[in-house]
């Protein structure tokens, strides 16, 4: 057989199987979001790139460590991190890794009393740690101070105001009868310092900014595990727990396998970024029931009656089952006309279908997106046994064009 005629089967063979494509794109409407979804994308490992850092320490640099934003050394820390860290008083700034903030010990660096602030781009450690509490006295502001302080009466205590060395910071609540003070542990006279410091009866300190915002000496919060109750997404329904020390702060976060928690914890800095990796502190009663983080994606859950018009369901829900930053929302539609909405996160039955058959699923982007009510899939039957069908006659029309049939 000549040449042409070699090319001829060969272009035949082609376009017979571009027909069974277009064919098979041409029954549903999202059949071409279907082809071009790929899955791994939403599971993208992160890679960690090495930042530079400021390296300094107050015992040898004085209040150029603590106050200045600029200094003469820099380190390469390959863990993509870098610190700024205070105990007793002392400044030291540096790459997460080293000698004196090494990642395997990190978190037994923030005790109490002790400041911690880790960050991950270049020389993002040269920020000034502040201390921020509230300041009133309910003597002067009534209940305000006492019941509810709001923000305006937050004041900034300055690290090393009195001394490089001085091992004082943070915040106190003080409670004498019916009175209640709040202020920096620094502008308290040293009698009283030290009451405060003891954590007596009357007075208590704590090191979060503006942690003496409590209404009272301890505080509840909710407590949960969406390992365990997947209403700790939503924050709703949750169990109640008091949080015994003054210290306490109630937290909601994610931990590294994506899974929401709330509970009181001790605000330790870095020992809440070693639990989580990423969480946010709030320090008035049961003020950890919100949806985090803020953005998170929202898609119509349901399945089965009263899914394809949502009257099922009213609106979108939080994505459960391990948080994930680039999560979608779907809807899918079997031949029967069942539908399924979720997120592509899920472990669920309607998400395993989107991925077995993508030509009946619509994959979209953005909170309440999978809400359309008039999806049109497989409108005419593309189905395995016709492509192959379709495959085989082709290649069967190719042999016999060569003469091997």
């Not at 309910?138 to 105001?161: E, H, I, L, R, Y």
């Not at 119509?300 to 369901?313: A, D, F, H, K």
Request: charged letters at 20%.
């Amino acid at each position: 057989m000549d040449f042409i005629q070699k090319s001829l089967c060969t272009l035949v063979v082609i376009l017979c199987v571009a027909n069974m494509l277009v064919s098979c794109q041409q029954v549903s409407p999202n059949a071409i979001e279907g082809i071009f979804f790929k899955p791994w994308q939403l599971f993208r490992p992160a890679v960690i790139q090495p930042v530079k850092c400021f390296v300094c320490s107050s015992m040898d640099d004085g209040q150029t460590c603590v106050q200045t934003v600029s200094y003469n050394f820099l380190c390469e820390s390959p863990s993509g991190m870098c610190y700024t860290n205070i105990v007793d008083g002392k400044v030291t700034r540096g790459c997460v890794g080293d000698a004196t903030f090494p990642t395997e010990n990190s978190i037994r660096k923030c005790a109490d009393g002790v400041k911690c602030e880790v960050c991950n781009h270049n020389f993002c450690n040269q920020k000034v740690l502040l201390d921020t509490c509230i300041q009133c006295n309910s003597a002067d502001s009534g209940n305000a101070c006492k019941d509810n302080p709001s923000s305006n009466m937050q004041a900034v205590c300055t690290v090393g105001q009195n001394s490089v060395m001085d091992p004082s910071s943070g915040c106190y609540l003080g409670i004498t009868g019916s009175i209640y003070q709040r202020g920096c542990v620094q502008d308290l006279k040293s009698r009283d310092k030290n009451t405060c410091e003891s954590q007596s009866k009357d007075c208590k300190v704590c090191s979060a900014p503006n942690c003496n915002r409590k209404a009272d000496f301890s505080i509840n919060c909710f407590e949960c595990s969406e390992k365990t109750d997947a209403n700790c997404v939503e924050g709703e329904n949750l169990k109640q727990v008091p949080c015994n020390e003054f210290s306490d702060t109630c937290v909601v976060g994610i931990d590294g396998d994506g899974f929401t928690h709330r509970r009181c914890i001790r605000n330790h800095g870095l020992a809440l970024a070693m639990t989580f990796s990423k969480y946010q502190t709030c320090h008035t009663n049961l003020c950890n029931n919100q949806i985090f983080p803020e953005n998170r994606l929202k898609c119509y859950q349901c399945q089965g009656i009263g899914c394809e018009n949502l009257s099922t369901v009213s609106t979108p829900k939080a994505c459960p089952n391990s948080y994930n930053e680039v999560d979608r929302c779907f809807t899918y539609a079997d031949k029967d006309r069942t539908f399924y909405r979720g997120c592509m996160s899920d472990s669920t039955e309607g998400k395993a279908l989107c991925e077995q058959n993508m030509l009946n699923c619509k994959v979209c982007d953005g909170s309440g997106c999978n809400s359309d009510t008039k999806v049109e899939f497989n409108s005419v039957s593309c189905n395995r046994s016709y492509i192959t069908f379709t495959f085989i006659s082709t290649i069967f029309l190719f042999l016999r064009s060569i003469d091997l049939f």
